[in-house]
């Protein structure tokens, strides 16, 4: 059983930065392929970044080279470093977690990121 808690999302003007945390609770973390999604009012959840328990990562194009995603698995914490940001980056980001081959998932509550001059 894993809860995820996510932090660090708020208000900021385009060309902005935010860091998202996202925080586990449960056992063997490391093992864990981490993710972020986000859902746009009216839009479906889209795949931002994923993180696997070797470190390897992918990103959406349209978060290429603006956003990197990293973990310290010492502190079961997942992290979303967003820079440049634009107005399209608007959305509430969940983190996500996943055993590989396990169909179960995780899902944190979300956390509402809002880019606005």
């Known amino acids: 059983q894993m809860q995820l808690v996510e932090s660090g999302g708020g208000l900021v003007q385009p060309g902005g930065s935010l860091r998202l945390s996202c925080s586990a609770s449960g056992s063997i973390f490391r093992l864990y392929t981490m993710s972020w999604y986000r859902q746009a009012p009216g839009k479906q959840r889209e795949l931002v970044a994923v993180i696997r328990g070797d470190g390897t990562t992918d990103y959406a194009r349209s978060v290429q080279g603006r956003f990197s995603i990293s973990r310290d698995d010492n502190n079961n914490t997942m992290y979303l470093q967003a820079d440049s940001l634009k107005t399209e980056d608007t959305a509430v980001y969940y983190c996500?977690?996943?055993?590989?081959?396990?169909?179960?998932?995780?899902w944190g509550q979300g956390i509402q990121v809002t880019v606005s001059s």
């Open positions: 996500r977690c996943q055993l590989p081959g396990v169909v179960r998932e995780y």
